[in-house]
T-cell receptor, first 115, second 113 residues
Framework: NAGVTQTPKFQVLKTGQSMTLQCAQD?????MYWYRQDPGMGLRLIYY???????DKGEVPNGYNVSRLNKREFSLRLESAAPSQTSVYFC??????????????FGDGTRLSIL | DQQVKQNSPSLSVQEGRISILNCDYT??????FLWYKKYPAEGPTFLIS?????DKNEDGRFTVFLNKSAKHLSLHIVPSQPGDSAVYFC????????????FGPGTRLSVLP
């Protein structure tokens, strides 16, 4: 059972470079999410997609763009990477966006360093 | 200003004893709470949840207690096992707002054999 798969697992970029983080889920979930986790802080929501064809900003969207390519895939793009975007990025999915008993299932993360 | 706080960055407990992890929140509109467990180099995994209409939810060795008046919830693990050593995140949401969870900073639990 793959669940939520993120690629790559690690990446080092130079300031100003661009990059796309890939995420795919095989649980037929409708909703998908991108978080970042920084030391001493909880996970913060960057963007989410309630269903195929929709995306919305979360708490910290600046500097990022997303694409819900299809029901399975949700990518996160850094157009011009900055050192402040050094973080661990987690993708998650859930069966639907609202209601209790809808825990999110997380991938193993992408550790991104911007030099 | 953090809406979900976990004031203990770390906690050490002897194997077989009870582990109590605490979480405080400031937004009185939160009505759904979850605990996630995270091992190194892995994503968080869902552990247990509680709705604001309850004050307790139990699942095996894990029990979550909710005190709405104090805006406080706690996770009890009894008995603690070495495999429980992980970082535990508390998360909260307003159900009618959808799945925009707010996560606490986490507490690292170490269960000593």
């Amino acid at each position: 059972n793959a669940g939520v798969t993120q690629t790559p697992k690690f990446q080092v970029l130079k300031t100003g470079q661009s990059m796309t983080l890939q995420c795919a889920q095989d649980m037929n979930h409708n909703s998908m999410y991108w978080y970042r986790q920084d030391p001493g802080m909880g996970l913060r929501l960057i963007y989410y997609s309630a269903s195929e064809g929709t995306t919305d900003k979360g708490e910290v969207p600046n500097g990022y763009n997303v694409s819900r390519l299809n029901k399975r895939e949700f990518s996160l793009r850094l157009e011009s990477a900055a050192p402040s975007q050094t973080s661990v990025y987690f993708c998650a999915s859930s069966e639907r966006i609202s209601g209790p008993n809808q825990p999110q299932h997380f991938g193993d993360g992408t550790r991104l360093s911007i030099l | 200003d953090q809406q979900v706080k976990q004031n203990s960055p770390s906690l050490s407990v002897q194997e077989g004893r009870i582990s109590i992890l605490n979480c405080d929140y400031t937004n009185s509109m939160f009505d759904y709470f979850l605990w996630y467990k995270k091992y190194p180099a892995e994503g968080p995994t869902f552990l247990i949840s509680i709705s604001s209409i309850k004050d307790k939810n139990e699942d095996g060795r894990f029990t979550v207690f909710l005190n709405k008046s104090a805006k406080h919830l706690s996770l009890h693990i009894v008995p603690s096992q070495p495999g429980d050593s992980a970082v535990y995140f508390c998360a909260a949401s307003v159900v009618s707002y959808g799945q925009n969870f707010v996560f606490g900073p986490g507490t690292r639990l170490s269960v000593l054999p």
